[in-house]
């Protein structure tokens, strides 16, 4: 059973472009998680989703971050005209339905913006 | 609402001495905690969690903690500490359901002195 699968691992932006990650979830995991790694801050939430519903967005920024989860393939971490403060590693993590307290890491994206 | 405090940045033991990793949490529902470690440039691997069944929660790699809720407190111990042990850990305190996010702490570095 293959792990969480996170793409790209390391990807380059310049200001103002779009970045988005890519996460595929265990197989059988119906929960994803997006937390996002910034130096000096450690780890925080940004969004959760079930398939095709956003269940809490409560740590996502209120512009340019979007996040779904469709019914077919990976969630998508979206995020519009990249600043440099947008430079961290972005973790995904899943769970199974009936039991989204055990979550499971993937191996992040670091996104860089130069 | 919930936090995690996680003492101090950085932790050093000699090889085969006690590793103690403090961990103090706040929560309004009853909380499911977690230990996880992070080696560089890598995900997130869980070493344990507590569910509320057994205060004393065994882990991975002779990991273990205890939940003493009368001090909030889930300290991580291991009695004689590896080399390959040096990484980063962090404790996290989630809820149920739509709250099942997890809130981290800081992390704390350990270090393992040959």
């Known amino acids: 059973n293959a792990g969480v699968m996170q793409n790209p691992r390391h990807l380059v932006r310049r200001r103002g472009q779009e970045a988005r990650l890519r996460c595929s979830p265990m197989?059988?995991?119906?929960?994803v998680y997006w937390y996002r790694q910034l130096p000096e801050e450690g780890l925080k939430f940004m969004v959760y989703l079930q398939k095709e519903n956003i269940i809490d967005e409560s740590g996502m920024p209120k512009e340019r971050f979007s996040a779904e989860f469709p019914k077919e393939g990976p969630s998508i971490l979206r995020i519009q005209q990249v600043v440099r403060g947008d430079s961290a590693a972005y973790f995904c993590a899943s769970s199974p339905p009936a039991n989204n307290n055990e979550q499971f890491f993937g191996p992040g994206t670091r996104l860089t913006v130069l | 609402a919930q936090s995690v405090t996680q003492l101090g940045s950085h932790v050093s033991v000699s090889e085969g001495a006690l590793v103690l990793l403090r961990c103090n949490y706040s929560?309004?529902?009853?909380?499911?905690l977690f230990w996880y470690v992070q080696y560089p440039n890598q995900g997130l691997q869980l070493l344990l969690k507590?569910?509320?069944?057994?205060?004393l929660v065994k882990g991975i790699n002779g990991f273990e903690a205890e939940f003493k809720k009368s001090e909030t407190s889930f300290h991580l111990t291991k009695p004689s500490a590896h080399m390959s042990d040096a990484a980063e850990y962090f404790c996290?305190?989630?809820?149920?359901?739509?709250?099942?996010?997890?809130?981290f702490g800081k992390g704390i570095t350990l270090s393992v002195r040959p």
């Open positions: 996290a305190v989630s809820g149920s359901g739509a709250n099942s996010k997890l809130t």
């Open positions: 929560s309004s529902v009853p909380p499911y």
């Open positions: 507590y569910t509320s069944a057994a205060t």
């Open positions: 197989k059988g995991h119906s929960h």
